[in-house]
């Protein structure tokens, strides 16, 4: 399985986790504080800021009958169009946005939703791209992304192994094979009993991609348990308040959660280590607390050793418990005191 190369970070297994904040509707209409949520992603640890380039005109129609209307879920009661209204990000922002994550050294990319935004998104360089769960049926969409040559970042949230596959296999009609998918539950919030992680590992196996989670559950207990199940990539929804208004705010995590959800990833990632067998180093000086055979009771030259005179007990200074057996019935080569450690030198 190939790593995929992001900037200047490789993405993958046996490379560190790539940590994602979803910025999205969360600036609340504010660029300063799109800035500051840039800002505050990077001293959390984040390695990546992410937008959404649409509006509400790219992305459907402006209709009220009922197919536009949400009818359950955090959204309910929302027409689509005066919901994406409220949650987009302005275009005119998107440049300066770069920037300014350019500035402080912490990767920005964004998830467009039909060619225009492509268009609008090479028109300011945009370094890769991601694909909405939403938008991993949209194989004209896939393919136009694929087309430009970039990393693609593919969320597979409500996708059959098939859609998938589609989805995988429409990026490299366009001879694009840099693509990390994501195991996604498309809830918000998300809740523990559909996170299914354990489709992570079979995604990894199945399409020989690096794979990692888009998290939409509260806290941070899915994202670290995803890392011990081989996720590369972890994505979480990002603000700087929930007490802040706006569609994604229920559903995103505050910066001290996420400062302590990136400690964590680390901490897992130090815990699984590498596959190793024997005493690490931090074990060597305790070796010594193993079990050994001990002279239990004072043992006169020539003297027989027995199951009375001798013991498999701690510390390990002595002959390895497993030769006990083969020692019982032999006579001592020399005097031994009770307390001593026998070695095969004591042994005639």
């Known amino acids: 399985m190939n790593a995929v190369r992001i900037k200047n970070r490789l993405v993958g297994e046996g490379y560190p986790t790539y940590i994602i904040a979803e910025m999205s509707a969360n600036h609340a209409g504010s660029i300063e504080r799109a800035k500051e949520i840039i800002r505050v992603a990077k001293d959390c640890g984040a390695d990546c800021i ?19 209307q949400i009818q359950e879920g955090t959204w309910k009661g929302e027409n689509l169009y005066s919901l994406y209204g409220k949650a987009y990000t302005p275009w005119e922002w998107h440049k300066e946005l770069k920037e300014a994550a350019n500035k402080i050294g912490i990767d920005f990319f964004s998830t467009p939703f039909d060619k225009t935004s492509v268009d609008f998104l090479e028109s300011i360089d945009i370094p890769f791209y991601k694909i909405a769960s939403f938008e991993l049926v949209d194989i004209p969409l896939i393919r136009y992304v694929a087309s430009k040559g970039k990393p693609i970042i593919m969320s597979t949230g409500m996708g059959t192994q098939e859609e998938i596959r589609e989805a995988v296999e429409a990026a490299y009609l366009e001879h694009n094979d840099r693509v990390v998918l994501l195991k996604c539950s498309s809830a918000y919030p998300a809740i523990p009993d559909d996170m299914n992680l354990r489709t992570i590992e079979d995604m990894r196996e199945r399409f020989h991609l690096p794979v990692g989670l888009s998290d939409h559950s509260l806290g941070s207990l899915s994202a670290t348990t995803a890392i ?56 060597q000086n305790n070796l010594k607390f193993r079990k050994s055979i001990f002279v239990v009771k004072d043992v006169n030259e020539g003297e027989p050793l027995t199951e009375e005179n001798l013991k498999v007990i701690r510390p390990g200074f002595g002959l390895k418990p497993k030769y006990f057996q083969d020692v019982l019935g032999k006579n001592a080569a020399r005097a031994l005191k009770r307390g001593t450690p026998l070695k095969w030198e004591d042994i005639g």
């Open 50 to 68: 992410k937008i959404q380039t649409y509006t509400p005109d790219t992305i459907t129609i402006d209709c009220d009958n009922e197919y536009f």
């Open 228 to 283: 011990a199940m081989g996720a590369s990539v972890i994505e979480k929804h990002f603000c700087l308040s929930r007490e802040i208004s706006n569609p994604d705010a229920s559903f995103s995590m505050t910066p001290g959660e996420f400062s302590a959800m990136v400690s964590d990833i680390r901490k897992v990632e130090k815990a699984l280590g590498r596959i190793t067998y024997g005493p690490s180093d931090q074990e």
